[in-house]
């Protein structure tokens, strides 16, 4: 297959929700849709969990749930879907966002009865922010929940994107009859459990088309009529390029545990998600179409294996083919590198790959080479931008619990810190090292693996901290000034960059009016 085919059978998404919204659900019903996996009936989510996501950390073993992203992939109608898992367990990590720049697309499922919560609305802001086309999936109908047009003013509202309804429901919980799809102008039977027949589709093109009522009942039939005139003077048709550009959202309605819903979710994905995105780097952008193979760096998992401190980079690829067995220039350290055992993930297997192309995303075995953002290439010097770090929510201030064990200690939290576990924040005033995560879980997590991998211990101890700012500013006495100012509040992060340290969102506000010509960026990007 030429190149340029195989580029344009790629999509890569994530799918991004709150948890128990049913994302590993929905997720496990594309992958049996692909054949990716096969099991019949209705499997326990967690099944999948524990099987097609990762299973490398001992501490994720040990919690039953998936601390770190994976990647699954499957085919369906001549296209290769990448699905790139996004954590929504309830302490999610850096992990999740940056995953997210590793997609062309994302899809939000929305739990019916719980509308918008507060972790999507985390992950959809820095989806507005890169202009991620987002498909919203409305599940759970089989369950009693929110009246769907107060639900899309919600998810206008609180996600702040413009949505249009590609599918509506003909009621819902008891009552849910199933629903309409208005793009194809078929009426999809709700047959709970996944059986669903081919008799269950019926098209109709016309509303006042009696088999309606036949179907679905006088009084349903009668309300979707008046609903679905509401849908088509309220909402704009649905244009493709629109979606492209972020600027607007196809909704459909579902119940992801009974299988119902989610073709007609997936058949529209893989007519309108886009194809591999160009991506910006601090030199050019770059496009997928380029014979030049280019990647990045967005995730890095450790610890497969404690006995060999051994770690799995994932690579986006941007550009190009990747070839197995290959030199390319690794353009931080400046030096070639070859991977003999590059790995592909489909569902539950992995395998080794000869090539890869743009959309793909590989592991690579690494041996602590790698830094999140780190580029590939064939020896143009890329610096891949939208990578960034984000600003934590929970610190802690670290400290040695055992002094024969400081090297170690030090070696430890340098390592988890280039993997993006966490932030490590080093005082200007006395050096002592803050440690600043997403969620508290994160906490747990680098004591248990400082201790299991690297033989150190630590403790902490609470810091008043609201958020961790990185400053900036063009007028060096300016910043002299801030600087000396506020020195208790100055730190370094792990690249010397300068940091401000706000004990609250009124202090940040105070330093921000007092010092009006210094720049508060809320990431390490800016
Ligand atoms: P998550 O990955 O977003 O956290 O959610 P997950 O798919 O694990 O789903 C959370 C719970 O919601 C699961 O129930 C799952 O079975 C249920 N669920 C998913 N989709 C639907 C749906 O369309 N309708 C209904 N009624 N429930 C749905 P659980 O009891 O927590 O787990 P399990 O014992 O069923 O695995």
């Known amino acids: 297959m030429s190149f340029k085919k195989q580029l344009d059978r790629r999509r890569t998404f994530g799918i991004i ?56 992939a499957f085919n369906y109608r001549n296209l290769k879907i990448n699905i790139l898992d996004t954590p929504g367990h309830q302490d999610f990590s850096e992990d999740t966002f940056r995953t997210l720049t590793a997609v062309d697309s994302v899809i939000v499922v929305i739990d019916v009865a719980k509308g918008v919560e507060t972790q999507t609305e985390k992950l959809v802001e820095v989806c507005r922010m890169r202009k991620t086309p987002i498909i919203v999936f409305i599940n759970k109908l089989d369950r009693e929940g929110k009246d769907a047009f107060d639900l899309l003013d919600e998810v206008e509202q609180k996600l702040n994107i413009n949505v249009r309804p590609l ?44 088999r309606l009522d036949q179907q679905v009942g006088k009084a349903a039939a ?42 007609e979710l997936l058949d529209c994905f893989v007519e309108i998600a886009p194809t591999p995105l160009p991506r910006t780097t601090e030199e050019r952008v770059v496009r997928p179409d380029e014979d030049q193979f280019a990647g990045f760096v967005f995730k890095i998992h450790a610890n497969m294996d404690p006995k060999h401190r051994d770690r799995i980079a994932f690579l ?21 590198m070859k991977f003999s055992n590059p790995t592909s993930f489909m569902a539950s297997k992995k395998t080794v790959i000869e090539q890869a192309y743009p959309g793909d995303v590989i592991g690579l075995y690494d041996s602590g080479n790698f830094k999140i953002g780190d580029s590939l290439t064939e020896g143009e010097v890329l610096h891949f931008k939208g990578i960034p770090t984000f600003s934590p929510e929970q610190f802690r201030y670290v400290n040695n619990a055992d002094p024969l064990k400081s090297k170690q200690l030090a070696k430890g939290l340098q390592e988890l810190m280039d993997e993006g576990v966490a932030q490590l924040f ?19 997590v680098i004591q248990y693996r400082l201790q299991h991998e690297y033989g150190a211990s630590c403790n902490y101890e609470p810091v008043n901290l609201h958020k961790a700012c990185w400053v ?34 009124w202090t940040l506000q105070m330093a921000q009016e007092n010092h009006p010509k210094v720049q508060f960026h809320f990431t390490s990007e800016f």
């Open 17 to 72: 929700s709150h948890p128990d919204a049913g994302k590993t659900t929905l997720t496990e019903k594309l992958l049996l849709f692909g054949g990716a996996i096969q099991v019949a009936g209705a499997v326990k989510s967690n099944k999948i969990k524990r099987s097609a996501t990762s299973d490398f950390m001992e501490i994720e073993r040990q919690r039953g749930i998936s601390v770190a992203t994976s990647v699954m």
């Open 167 to 210: 599918s509506w429901p003909i009621g819902m919980g008891q009552r849910f009859k199933g629903v309409y799809n208005l793009y194809e102008k078929k009426l999809i039977l709700f047959n709970p459990h996944g059986k669903q027949n081919e008799e269950d589709i019926i098209e109709i093109t016309d509303l006042n088309d009696p």
């Open 222 to 263: 009668d309300e979707l009529r008046e609903e679905v005139n509401m849908i088509e003077g309220v909402y704009p048709k649905l244009d493709r390029q629109d979606y492209l550009n972020g600027d607007i959202s196809p909704v459909f309605f579902g119940s992801a545990i009974n299988n119902f819903g989610v073709k």
């Open 316 to 336: 986006r690829i941007c550009s190009g083919t990747f070839q197995r067995n290959t030199n390319y220039l690794h353009v931080r350290q400046n030096r070639k």
């Open 426 to 444: 080093t005082k200007e005033l006395n050096n002592r090292k803050i440690v600043g995560t997403v969620g508290a879980l994160q906490f747990e």
């Open 472 to 505: 900036s500013c063009d007028d060096p006495i300016a910043l002299k000034e801030f600087i000396s100012r506020r020195k208790r509040d100055i730190a370094r992060d792990k690249d010397d960059k300068l940091v401000f340290l706000a004990e609250s969102a």
